[in-house]
Each structure stands twice: as C-alpha cells, then as structure tokens.
C-alpha cells in the first residue's frame, strides 16, 4: 500500500499524460467502481495471484498486488476470488503446459461469479502465439498485458471494468522505467528490489531476452531511495534483482559498475544483508570480488550460473566464457572470499550435448563444489537460435544424464553443507517452521537453512545461532544465550 490519498485526485479530469500521475488517476476510477460494486453486492472485492517463475515475477506480482490493494481489493487465499491474475513463465515449455492447466478450473468458477475478471501476464503473453491462443481459446480471460507494461494494471483494468470488455496490451519493447508506484512487499524484514531489466545476452537456448527486452539499468539514487525507505520499514535484508547484474549500469547516461553500486546500499543504514542475483560469469569484474572480499553486509553466496561445462557446448550457447576460465573464477572467489556459498544453473541436453560434453559438465560440478545447483532439461524454445540447431538430444539419454548429474551435485552438495556444524553463526529468522510450530526456520549469510527452536518473536531478527548438526540440506540448531 502507498499513502496516497486517492480521494484528492479528480477523476472528472481528463486523465495526465504523464506517469506515475496517469496510473494514480486511473487507480483513482478503479477505486469509483470498487466502491460501488462492494455497495452493491454487500461485501468487499478480492483478488488472488498465481504467480509462476523466477524471482523477477514474484517481484513484478508484488508490484501488481500493490496497485490491486490501493484499488480496494482484498487479498484472498483462494482462486475463488473477483479478480484473478496468473502471471505466468516461459523459459521452460512445461511452464506453459502448467498455466494451461490451471487456466480451465477459472472457467467454472467464473460461472458461479459475474464479478469475476481474470487477467494473465508475464512472460508467456509476450508471445504472439500465447496471446493468440488465449484470445481464441480462452475467451474467458478477460485482461491480457506483457512484462513491459505491468505498471499499467489499473488503466487496463478501468478500460475493462468501465467498458465491461477485453483488454489485450502487450508491448514489444520499451525504454521506461516507472517509479514509485505502490509495491505489496510479502515479507515485511526482507525484500527484492529490481536494479535493471531485460537482457542482452542471446543465450542460444533462451527465450529471456525476447519477453523481457534489451537491458534497462535503474539510476542509483533511485535504487539507493528504494532500499533507505525498505529500511526505514524495518527490512533487515535486500535482494539486488536483476537478469545479469554484473552489466548493471553500463548503459546509464553516467555509467556506474556493479559494485559502486554494491557500496552504496553498502552504506544504507538498517540494511544488515545484501544478496544479489543472477551473476552472469562472463562480466563478473575482480573489483566486484575485492568488493564482496571486505563487505560486512554483502551475504557469502554467489549464484554462477555454468549451463555447460564443456567449452565447445557453452560456444554453441554463446555463453562466452570457457569450462576453464569459469573454474579460474571459482578459484578466484573462493580465494578471496574463502567461506564462500556457490551454486548454480545446468542444462542437460542442449543440442549436440555428446558423453564427453556430459562429463566435462560432471567434471566442472566437482571441482567448483557446488552447495546446490538448479538442473534443467533442455527445452526447446521457439524463435531461439537453439531450436533449429541439429543432433536434438534423445528424450531416453537426457533424462539418464539428468540422473546421473543429480546424483554428483548431490554428493557435492552434501561434502559442501555441513562445513559450518559447530560454529555459532547469524541467522535471519523467517518463519515458524513448516512441520514443527516449536520451531523457526532462517537463513545464514550463504544461504543454508537453519531450524532451531523458537517463536514468532524471532521473526525479522538476525540472531546467533550454534549450528549442532547438519541434515545434509540443512541444518539444526540452537539459540546461543551468550550472543
Ligand atoms: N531449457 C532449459 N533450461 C533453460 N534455462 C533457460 N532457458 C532454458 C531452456 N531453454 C535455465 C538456465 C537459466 C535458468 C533460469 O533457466 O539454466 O540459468
Ligand atoms: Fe537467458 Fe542468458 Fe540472459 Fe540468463 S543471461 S536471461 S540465460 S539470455
């Protein structure tokens, strides 16, 4: 929620051309009609948000919550809900598959509810085929935007309502960034905070660059505002977001690298952690190492991802970086900053992924001694130049190569995790544990999950914890009495 006051906006007023003004206004006659329905029927709006993929998505819903909550809907835990909205993923095509999914049961429930709008988003309906298919198909969705114009939900969402019409918007591009509208942050002690948008870099396989477009760095000062006024909100730590943050800032009108930028949330007081995702190894500078090397704040966890780790596969990905340069870097950063979290992005299975190509991969996971490592089947994405490349990877050798890797991450991981039983270490507390309410559950610096007995008190804060055993994944512990 902002504290804007709304009701001093005049809605009679041909609406301002310029943002954050127009959205403002356009949440304004949203609110106008809220009312009135709530009147109507005798109860309160609400909405719900199916949100799949990466943490630039989940950022985005919050965003798309905040404005949903200052239009007057209530968020509700049910897809039974007045406005529902998936925002939806497309690296992978069984992300696709899912949201179809799911989309039919919002049919029936539309039936049983006229105040119902379902709106999608994302990813996926930066496609022209998606967007085609749902508006064909699914006839049902009412609202239909891209991830360059989410900032726009209540102009779309007024255009709907007023005209009790479908609204389809999606952009191909765009060179703006809109500040300040409202945010509806899921945590209240931690928080992401997008520093640049898009991405250049035309991975082979990767579908990322065509939906969300070319790079777009925020100015500092308004990251560095951002995070003072997280701060000031009582957030403890922020998640620096972005597609490839080490490029950060190169295209600003005054260029400024990564890790200036690092050193100025540095000094934002309040803030006691920094994590920051995802590093692309190819820009990864030395000074953002000497900076992470001295930080006190800048959290002991570097997610690289390796997709390949054979050179003549990362070529064919257009990766540009080599099996052997990228394991010089684990070594320069485990140097430099030796007690040091990394992990990872694999693909199995990319065109012409051969046995020896396979086992340059499993070589490079137990070497860089990963803590985890997300592993993915490759999937074929259309308009990629991936999709046309020959020597397509069997189904039946992918899935037995994606076998054997999880088993090496997994011996890697476990020899990884563990190191740290017996030391006393800072935890951020996030929520009472899942399966025991006795207990709480929180992170330490390099990202391992810690469960020790506690209680909702705790939550937000960063305690001292003796970390007495290691379950392989995470550990078990014991608040320290003496700090
Ligand atoms: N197939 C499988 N995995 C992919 N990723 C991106 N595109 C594809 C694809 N076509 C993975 C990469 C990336 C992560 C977010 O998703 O490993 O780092
Ligand atoms: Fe995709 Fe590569 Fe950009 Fe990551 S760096 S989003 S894998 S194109």
Redesign the pocket.
Known sequence: MTNINYELIDTTAPAPEQEPERQRYFIAKCREIIKERELEIGRKLTFYDQTFGCQMNFKDSEKLNGILEDIGYVKADTEKADFVYYNTCTVRENANVRVYGRLGALKNYKKKNPEMVIAMCGCMMQEPEEQEKVKTTFKFVDVVFGTHNIFKLAELLYECLSGRKRVFDVWEKTDQIIEDLPSDRKFGFKAGVNIMFG?N???SY?I??YVRGRERSRKPEDIVAEVKKLASEGVVEVMLLG??VNSYGKNLENPISFAKLLTMVEEVEGIERIRFM?S?PKDLSDELIEVMAHSKKICKHLHL?VQSGSSRILKLMNRKYTKEHYLELVDKIRTAVPDIAITTDIIVGFPGETEEDFQETLDVVRKAKYDSAFTFIYSKRSGTPAAKMPDQVPDDVVHERFDRLLKVVNEAAKEQNGKLTGNTELVLVEEIDEKDDTMVTGRLSNNSVVHFKGDASLIGKIVPVVLEESKGFYYLGRLSVNG
């Open positions: 991405c870099n035309f991975c990767c990322v660059p597609q490839n995802t692309h991802p």
